[in-house]
C-alpha cells in the first residue's frame, strides 16, 4: 500500500528497444499536486510516459495506479482506470469541433469503468471550457484553432473523464506567457478541487519551479535526482547534466 | 505428387514474378500496385498481335512488347502515381484500382473477350524418373529465378541503391544529385516489364484473354505478402509455394480448392504475422 | 428566419418528399422507377462504405461480395419459406458478421495489407457463389421470389422497400455520426494512437464499423435480389467493387449525402453508355465502356477532386481569402 496522497507508483521501469535500453530501472511516485519531470533532451521522458499509459511494454517493473498493477493492460484499459495523459504535439480530430474533441475524452470512459451519469458528463466538459477558456472555440473545427489552443484543448480532453493522474508532455511548449497562465490556473483548480495528481514534463524550469512540489530528474534513462525542487536545481550533477550556469541561478 | 510439384513450381514461377513487379513498385515509390496484372496483361495482347497480325517472329515480338512495357510503366507512374507521392496507401490503392479497371477494359474493347492463344516457346519434354517435365515448365522456372537473381544484384548498383533510398527518403537522391521522378519511373518501366513476362509465362502455359491479369494479381499479392513487400528471395519462395499449394489441392481435393487456396492464404498469413512471413516485425506505434 | 419558421419549412419539405414518395409508382415510368429503386439500393450500401472508408478511415474491398452475400441469403432463406423481412434481416446480420470477421485483421493491419485481405476476401466471397451450386446454383443462376403484399404490385413494393430502408439509414447514420461512435470512429481514423489514452479501443470501434457497412451492403443486397429478380456470381464481381468505389469517391467519401450523389452519378453513366446513341455510335462500349468510364472516373476523382462531388462547394467557398478569425486568441 503507498503511503496516502500517492496516486502513481513507478517502480524499476526498465524500457529498451532493441539492444538499446532507455529507461534504466526508473522509480518514483507522483502524489497528489504537481509532480515535475525534467531532463535533457532523449533522456527518455516521453517514453517514460509512454510506459505509463502501456504503449510500450516494459521490459522489467511495473505501474501502479492506486494501489493497483497496470502490467499488461492494454492502453485504453488503463486510461479507463483513470489515467488521463497529453502528446507533444497535440492530437485532436481536425473536423470534430473543440466541444466534440473534448468529449472524446469522455467518450471511452462512458458506460465502462467508474460511473457517471450523463448529466454530470457534460456538466463536467462545460466547466472545463470555461475554465480553460475554451467557450468562445466550442463550435469551430479543431482544425482551425492555432497550435496553442489545440494544446489547450487537449489539456481539456485528457481532464474530462475526471482522472486520478494525468501525464502532460510538454504543455507550455509553443504557448505565450500569458496563454500559459489561463492554461496553468484551471490546472491548479483542478488539483485542489479535484485532488489530481500531474505529472508534467516540461523545458520551462522557472515554470516547474513555480508549480510543482517536487521534480525528478532523468538522464540517459536514469533518475538522477528526486525532491523539492529548490534541493534538486542546487545538486551539482544535475546542473551538469542538464540545467547550465544560467538557470541554476534561478533556482 | 511429383508431377503435381513440377507443375507447380512452373505456375508459381509467375507468381513469383507478379510479386516481383510489386516488391519493385513498393520498394522504391511506396505504392502496393493493384494494376500490376493488368500493367502485364496489355504488353502481352500487343505481343500476340504484332505475332499474329504483323507477322513478326514471335522472339522479336516479345523483345518488343516488353519494350512497350517498360514505357507504359513509365508514362502510368508519370501521369498518376508521382502527382501522389507522400499521401498515404489509401489513395494509391484507390489510384491503382482505377488503373486496373481501366487498362483491363481497354484489353476489352481493343481485343475482345475471346479467349486467344499464343505459339509455344518451346516444345518437348523429358523423364525424370516417373515424372514428366515438359520444356516449357523448366523455361518458366529458369526464366523466374533468373529474374529474381538480376534484381537482387540490380538492387546493390548505384541505381538499384538509389531507388531504395528514394522509398526510405526522398531527401537523399536529391542529395546525391539524382531525380527522384527519374528513379520512380525507372522502377514502375521495370516492374511493368517483369510484370509483362508473368502474365505472357502464365498465358503460355494456358490462353491469354482479359483476366488473365487479373487471376495473377491475389496471387502475386500473397507471394509478395509472404516476403513483407520487401524480400526478394521471401517473393520468390511465396510464389512457388503457392504454386505448388494449388497444385496438389487441385489434385487431392478439387478444383475449387485450388482457386481458393491463394484467397484462404492471404488471410492466414495476414492474420498470423501481418507484415508478411519473412518480413520484419514492427512495435506498436506511439 | 426563427427556428420555428426554419423548423417549420423543414417539416413541410419532409412532409411534401414523402407525399412525392409515396405516390411517385401513381405517375412515374417504370423504368425511371426502376433505375430510382437502383440508386436508392446503391446509396444504402454506399452509406456502409461512408461509415467504414469515409469515418473511420479503413480501407474496404469485399463489399462487392457481402452485397451478394445479402441477395443470396436472402433469396435462399425466402424461397424456404422465411417471411421476406425475417431473411433480410437474418442475412444483414449474417453479412454483418463476415464483414466483423473480416475486419479482425484490421485491428493490427494498415493500409495496404487491410485492403489485399479484403479484397481476397470478397473474391472468396465471389468463388463461393460460384462454388456453392446446392445454395446459389452457380453460374447458372436462381430466380428470387418476389415479395407479396395484397394490393401493391411488386415494382411498387420495392420502390418503397428501398425508399423507406434509405430514409431510415440516412436519419439513422446521420445521428449516429453526432454521437459518441461517431466521434470515437473518426477519432480512430485521424488519432488512432491517441484514443487508447482516450480509454477507446480502436480495434472495438473498426470492427464496430466493419459490421456496420457489412450489415447495410448485406440490407441493400437483399433490396437488390427484389429489384432484378435473377442473381448470379458475376453480379457480385469486381465490376460492383469499382462501382462502389467510384460511388463513394464521386459523392465524397466523408459525407453521407455523398453516397446518395455518386450513386445518381453511377447509375447515370451506366443508363448513358447503354442509351441508343451511344450504343450505335461505339457498339463496343456498351461493355467494357462502362468499366472503362468508371477505372478513368477514379483515377481523375482520386487525382483531382480527393473529397468528392460534396466538397466542392467548400473548395469553392475557400478560395476567397477568409476573415482571419485565429487572431482572436491572442
Given at each position: 500500500?503507498?503511503p496516502?496522497?500517492?496516486?502513481?507508483v513507478?517502480?524499476?521501469?526498465v524500457?529498451g528497444?532493441g539492444g538499446?535500453?532507455?529507461?534504466?530501472?526508473?522509480?518514483f511516485?507522483?502524489a497528489?499536486?504537481f509532480t515535475?519531470?525534467i531532463?535533457?533532451n532523449?533522456?527518455?521522458?516521453t517514453t517514460?510516459l509512454?510506459?505509463?499509459?502501456?504503449?510500450?511494454p516494459?521490459t522489467?517493473?511495473r505501474?501502479?495506479?492506486?494501489?493497483r498493477?497496470?502490467a499488461?493492460?492494454?492502453?485504453?484499459r488503463?486510461?479507463?482506470?483513470?489515467?488521463?495523459?497529453?502528446?507533444q504535439?497535440p492530437r485532436?480530430?481536425?473536423?470534430?469541433?473543440v466541444w466534440?474533441?473534448?468529449m472524446?475524452?469522455?467518450d471511452?470512459h462512458i458506460?465502462w469503468?467508474?460511473?457517471?451519469s450523463?448529466?454530470v458528463?457534460?456538466?463536467r466538459?462545460?466547466?472545463?471550457l470555461?475554465?480553460?477558456?475554451?467557450?468562445?472555440?466550442?463550435?469551430?473545427?479543431?482544425?482551425s484553432?492555432?497550435?496553442s489552443?489545440r494544446?489547450?484543448?487537449e489539456?481539456?480532453?485528457?481532464l474530462?473523464?475526471?482522472?486520478l493522474?494525468?501525464?502532460?508532455?510538454e504543455p507550455a511548449a509553443?504557448l505565450?506567457?500569458?496563454e500559459?497562465?489561463h492554461?496553468?490556473?484551471p490546472?491548479?483548480?483542478q488539483?485542489?478541487e479535484?485532488?489530481l495528481a500531474?505529472l508534467i514534463?516540461?523545458?520551462?524550469?522557472?515554470?516547474v519551479?513555480r508549480?510543482?512540489?517536487?521534480i525528478?530528474?532523468?538522464?540517459?534513462?536514469q533518475?538522477?535526482?528526486?525532491?523539492?525542487?529548490?534541493?534538486?536545481l542546487?545538486?551539482?550533477h544535475?546542473?551538469?547534466?542538464?540545467?547550465?550556469a544560467?538557470?541554476a541561478?534561478v533556482? | 505428387m511429383?508431377?503435381?510439384?513440377?507443375?507447380g513450381l512452373?505456375?508459381?514461377s509467375s507468381?513469383?514474378?507478379l510479386?516481383?513487379?510489386l516488391v519493385?513498385t513498393?520498394?522504391t515509390?511506396?505504392?502496393?500496385?493493384?494494376?500490376?496484372?493488368?500493367m502485364?496483361?496489355l504488353?502481352?495482347y500487343v505481343i500476340?498481335s504484332l505475332?499474329s497480325?504483323l507477322?513478326?517472329?514471335?522472339g522479336?515480338?516479345?523483345l518488343?512488347g516488353i519494350?512497350v512495357a517498360f514505357?507504359?510503366?513509365?508514362?502510368?507512374?508519370?501521369?498518376t502515381?508521382?502527382?501522389?507521392i507522400?499521401?498515404?496507401?489509401?489513395?494509391?490503392v484507390?489510384?491503382?484500382?482505377?488503373i486496373?479497371?481501366?487498362?483491363n477494359?481497354?484489353v476489352?474493347l481493343?481485343w475482345?473477350?475471346e479467349?486467344?492463344?499464343?505459339p509455344?516457346l518451346?516444345?518437348?519434354?523429358?523423364?525424370?524418373?516417373?515424372?514428366v517435365?515438359t520444356n516449357?515448365q523448366?523455361?518458366?522456372l529458369a526464366v523466374?529465378?533468373a529474374i529474381?537473381g538480376?534484381l537482387?544484384?540490380?538492387?546493390?548498383?548505384?541505381?538499384g541503391?538509389?531507388?531504395r533510398?528514394?522509398?526510405?527518403?526522398?531527401?537523399?537522391?536529391?542529395?546525391l544529385?539524382?531525380?527522384?521522378a527519374?528513379i520512380?519511373?525507372?522502377?514502375?518501366?521495370?516492374?511493368?516489364?517483369?510484370?509483362a513476362?508473368a502474365?505472357?509465362?502464365?498465358?503460355q502455359?494456358?490462353?491469354?484473354?482479359?483476366?488473365?491479369?487479373?487471376?495473377l494479381?491475389?496471387?502475386?499479392?500473397?507471394a509478395?505478402?509472404?516476403?513483407?513487400?520487401s524480400s526478394?528471395?521471401?517473393?520468390?519462395?511465396?510464389?512457388?509455394?503457392l504454386g505448388?499449394?494449388e497444385?496438389?489441392?487441385?489434385?487431392y481435393?478439387s478444383?475449387?480448392?485450388?482457386?481458393t487456396?491463394?484467397?484462404?492464404?492471404?488471410?492466414?498469413?495476414?492474420?498470423?504475422?501481418?507484415?508478411g512471413?519473412?518480413?520484419?516485425?514492427t512495435?506498436?506505434?506511439v | 428566419?426563427s427556428p420555428?419558421?426554419?423548423?417549420?419549412a423543414i417539416?413541410f419539405g419532409?412532409l411534401?418528399?414523402?407525399a412525392?414518395?409515396?405516390?411517385?409508382?401513381?405517375?412515374?415510368?417504370a423504368y425511371?422507377?426502376?433505375?430510382l429503386?437502383?440508386?436508392?439500393?446503391?446509396a444504402?450500401?454506399?452509406?456502409g462504405?461512408?461509415?467504414?472508408m469515409?469515418?473511420t478511415g479503413q480501407?474496404a474491398?469485399?463489399h462487392a461480395g457481402?452485397?451478394?452475400?445479402?441477395?443470396?441469403?436472402t433469396?435462399y432463406l425466402a424461397?424456404h419459406?422465411?417471411?421476406?423481412?425475417?431473411?433480410?434481416l437474418?442475412?444483414?446480420?449474417?453479412s454483418?458478421?463476415?464483414g466483423?470477421l473480416?475486419?479482425?485483421p484490421?485491428?493490427?493491419?494498415?493500409?495496404?495489407?487491410l485492403?489485399?485481405?479484403?479484397?481476397?476476401?470478397?473474391e472468396?466471397?465471389?468463388?463461393?457463389?460460384?462454388?456453392l451450386?446446392?445454395?446459389?446454383r452457380?453460374?447458372?443462376?436462381?430466380a428470387v421470389?418476389?415479395?407479396q403484399?395484397?394490393?401493391?404490385?411488386t415494382?411498387?413494393?420495392?420502390w418503397?422497400?428501398?425508399?423507406?430502408?434509405l430514409?431510415?439509414?440516412?436519419?439513422?447514420?446521420?445521428?449516429?455520426g453526432?454521437?459518441r461512435i461517431?466521434?470515437?470512429?473518426?477519432a480512430?481514423?485521424d488519432i488512432?494512437?491517441?484514443?487508447?489514452?482516450?480509454?477507446i479501443?480502436?480495434?472495438?470501434y473498426?470492427?464496430?464499423?466493419?459490421a456496420i457497412?457489412a450489415?447495410?451492403?448485406?440490407l441493400?443486397?437483399?433490396?437488390f435480389?427484389q429489384l432484378?429478380?435473377f442473381?448470379?456470381p458475376d453480379?457480385?464481381?469486381?465490376p460492383l467493387l469499382?462501382?462502389?468505389?467510384?460511388?463513394?469517391?464521386?459523392?465524397g467519401?466523408?459525407r453521407?449525402?455523398?453516397?446518395?450523389?455518386?450513386a445518381?452519378?453511377v447509375?447515370?453513366?451506366?443508363?448513358?453508355?447503354?442509351?441508343?446513341?451511344?450504343s450505335?455510335?461505339?457498339p463496343?462500349?456498351?461493355?467494357?465502356?462502362q468499366t472503362?468510364?468508371?477505372?478513368?472516373?477514379?483515377?481523375?476523382?482520386v487525382r483531382?477532386?480527393p473529397?468528392g462531388?460534396?466538397s466542392?462547394?467548400g473548395?469553392?467557398?475557400?478560395?476567397?481569402?477568409?476573415?482571419a478569425t485565429?487572431?482572436q486568441?491572442?
Open positions: 500500500m503507498p496516502a496522497g500517492v496516486r502513481l513507478v517502480e524499476d521501469l524500457v528497444f538499446n535500453t532507455v529507461l534504466q530501472g526508473v522509480s511516485s507522483v497528489q499536486g515535475g519531470l531532463g535533457p532523449g533522456a527518455g521522458k517514460l509512454n510506459a505509463i499509459s502501456g504503449y510500450v516494459p522489467r517493473g505501474v501502479l495506479l492506486g494501489d498493477s497496470l499488461s493492460l492494454r492502453p485504453h488503463i486510461a479507463r482506470r483513470g489515467l488521463g495523459r497529453t502528446f504535439t485532436l480530430v481536425p473536423e470534430l469541433t466534440e474533441n473534448v472524446l475524452g469522455l471511452g458506460r469503468g467508474r460511473k457517471r450523463r448529466v458528463s457534460l456538466a466538459v462545460e466547466e472545463l470555461r475554465q480553460l477558456g475554451l467557450n468562445d472555440w466550442r463550435d469551430r473545427p479543431a482544425a484553432l492555432p497550435f489552443s494544446k489547450v484543448v489539456v481539456a480532453r485528457a474530462a473523464a475526471d482522472p493522474v494525468v501525464l502532460l508532455d509553443g505565450g506567457p500569458a500559459v497562465e492554461l496553468i490556473g490546472l491548479k483548480r488539483v485542489e479535484r485532488g500531474v514534463v516540461e523545458h520551462d524550469i522557472e515554470l519551479t508549480l510543482c512540489s517536487r525528478v530528474v532523468l538522464d540517459f534513462g533518475l538522477i535526482a528526486d525532491g523539492a525542487p529548490a534541493q534538486v542546487r545538486l551539482p544535475v546542473v551538469n547534466a542538464y540545467l547550465g544560467g538557470v541561478a533556482g | 511429383a508431377q503435381q510439384v513440377i507443375s512452373a505456375a508459381g507468381y513469383a514474378l510479386a516481383l513487379g519493385v513498393m520498394k515509390t511506396s505504392v502496393p500496385n493493384f494494376a500490376m496484372g493488368a502485364g496483361l504488353p502481352v500476340r505475332w497480325q507477322h513478326l517472329p514471335y522479336l515480338a516479345i518488343a519494350v514505357g507504359m510503366g513509365w508514362v502510368v507512374e508519370r501521369l502515381i508521382r502527382h501522389l507522400g499521401l498515404s496507401h489509401f489513395t494509391t484507390l489510384m491503382t484500382i482505377g486496373w479497371f481501366a487498362l477494359s481497354i476489352g481493343l475482345g473477350y479467349p486467344q492463344p499464343l509455344g518451346v516444345s518437348g519434354s523429358f523423364d525424370l524418373g516417373q515424372v517435365v516449357a523448366l523455361m518458366t523466374g529465378l529474381a538480376w537482387i544484384v540490380f538492387f546493390r548498383t548505384t541505381w541503391v538509389r531507388m533510398a528514394v522509398a526510405e527518403d526522398p531527401l537523399v537522391p536529391r542529395l544529385g539524382v531525380r527522384v527519374t520512380s519511373g525507372l522502377s514502375w518501366a521495370i516492374a511493368s516489364g517483369i510484370a513476362i502474365v505472357l509465362l502464365s498465358a502455359a494456358s490462353v491469354l484473354n482479359p483476366q488473365s491479369g487479373d487471376d494479381i491475389i496471387s502475386g499479392f500473397v509478395a505478402t509472404a516476403g513483407g513487400f526478394i528471395g521471401g517473393a520468390v519462395i511465396g510464389g512457388l509455394a505448388v499449394l497444385n496438389l489441392a487441385g489434385a481435393l478444383g475449387a480448392a485450388a482457386s487456396v491463394a484467397l484462404l492464404g492471404i488471410m492466414v498469413i495476414l492474420l498470423v504475422r501481418p507484415t512471413l519473412l518480413g520484419p516485425g512495435g506498436r506505434e | 428566419m420555428a419558421v426554419r423548423y417549420g417539416g419532409v411534401a418528399l414523402g412525392g414518395f409515396f405516390f411517385a409508382p401513381a405517375y412515374l415510368n425511371l422507377m426502376y433505375l429503386t437502383w440508386i436508392a439500393i446503391y444504402i450500401a454506399g452509406t462504405l461512408t461509415v467504414l469515409g469515418w480501407i474491398l469485399a457481402l452485397f451478394g452475400v445479402g441477395a443470396y441469403a433469396a424461397g419459406g422465411w417471411p421476406w423481412p425475417l431473411a433480410a437474418t442475412s444483414s446480420t449474417a454483418a458478421g463476415l466483423a473480416v475486419g479482425l484490421a485491428a493490427r493491419l494498415r493500409g495496404f495489407y485492403a489485399i485481405a479484403t479484397l481476397a476476401f470478397g472468396l466471397l465471389h468463388q463461393a457463389f460460384v462454388q451450386t446446392p445454395l446459389t452457380g453460374p447458372q443462376g436462381m421470389a418476389p415479395i403484399l395484397d394490393g401493391i404490385d415494382p411498387s413494393l420495392v418503397y422497400l428501398a425508399m423507406v430502408m430514409a431510415a439509414v440516412m436519419v439513422t447514420l446521420t445521428a449516429l453526432r454521437s461517431g466521434r470515437c470512429l473518426k480512430v481514423r488512432e494512437s491517441a484514443t487508447g489514452s482516450l480509454g479501443s480502436a480495434m472495438r473498426k470492427l464496430l464499423a466493419f457497412s450489415f447495410l451492403a448485406g441493400a443486397g437483399a433490396v435480389g432484378i429478380t442473381l448470379t453480379l457480385f464481381d469486381l469499382v462501382i462502389f468505389l467510384v460511388q463513394l469517391f464521386v459523392g467519401v466523408n453521407l449525402s455523398g453516397a446518395l450523389i455518386g445518381i452519378f447509375i447515370a453513366v451506366r443508363e448513358l453508355l447503354q442509351s441508343h446513341v451511344v450505335s455510335l461505339v463496343a462500349l456498351v461493355g467494357s465502356g472503362l468510364a468508371f477505372g478513368l472516373t477514379l483515377i481523375l476523382v483531382y477532386l473529397g462531388l460534396t466542392l462547394p473548395r469553392l467557398r475557400s478560395r476567397r481569402p477568409r476573415p485565429l487572431s486568441v491572442e
